[in-house]
């Protein structure tokens, strides 16, 4: 059975999140503080953690900092009734996987957790080191490290596995629900997140993240990875 590590400190969401877990049949802990948190962590790792964003003595930025300066490679999802993309880009630049808006339905709280469980349990029975070059770049899944032209870039997870996804597929236009069934394991795509994501990537490996020449969006439909840049441009 999952274990599920539910951060809040507002008991009323810690309860409302761990009912609609139970019921799902996974296991759950529940937190009050970042200090609760850690004591739970060590004593029983999750498989999941859910964190909200606005606490009191050490909030959620602050905490998932900490976990991923601590090598912590479990899924984490965010939880906040902010709603502005600069928060979805703070937390995912941390290392967050995924961003749930409070007010959240039952029904889509489970189907992120389920998600992300999917995709840890895939990688753990399925996961073999790969070291992708294409172009100037070079992806190497174990560390999520890229690099580019020799400068080292470190990745979030789902950063590396959205740059996997491209480069095992150079020039190729995938739909934003394909890359979406690729990263996150599942059909319905959020398209906020996905634009965030590939915004993270373009700060990354752009030289002018507002002209991008490597990650390209093809309108109306998604992106392609085009390891040449500005070398095929010229050609087009």
């Known amino acids: 059975m999952n274990r599920i590590l539910v951060i809040d400190d507002e008991r009323e969401i810690r309860d409302l999140v761990t009912v609609i877990l139970d019921r799902a049949g996974m296991e759950t802990a529940a937190a009050a503080s970042g200090e609760e948190a850690l004591r739970l962590i060590e004593a029983c790792m999750p498989d999941l953690i859910i964190l909200d964003i606005m606490m009191e003595e050490r909030n959620g930025f602050e905490m998932l900092r900490l976990l991923r300066e601590r090598n912590l490679i479990v899924p984490i999802i965010l939880l906040s009734a902010k709603t502005e993309d600069v928060d979805k880009v703070q937390g995912f ?3 967050a996987d ?10 889509e709280l489970v189907a992120r957790v389920q998600a992300h469980l999917r995709r840890k349990d895939w990688f753990a029975h399925n996961f073999t080191p790969l070291k992708l070059e294409c172009g100037i770049f070079r992806l190497e899944t174990d560390t ?11 990745l979030s997870s789902t950063e590396a596995a959205l740059l996997e996804a491209l480069m ?17 394991n599942h059909h319905g795509y959020d398209d906020n997140t996905l634009n965030v994501y590939i915004n993270r990537i373009r700060q990354k490996i752009e030289d002018n993240p507002r002209k991008p020449v490597y990650l390209r969006t093809v309108w109306g439909i998604g992106y392609r990875f085009v390891p040449e840049g500005a070398e095929h441009e010229a050609e087009n």
């Open 144 to 154: 999520q490290i890229l690099s580019k032209n020799g400068k080292s870039l470190q």
């Open 168 to 184: 095992k597929n150079p020039n190729r236009v995938f739909t934003k629900s394909q890359l979406f069934q690729t990263v996150w």
């Open 98 to 107: 995924d961003y749930v808006t409070k007010p959240f339905s039952a029904v």
């Open 93 to 95: 630049g941390l290392g």
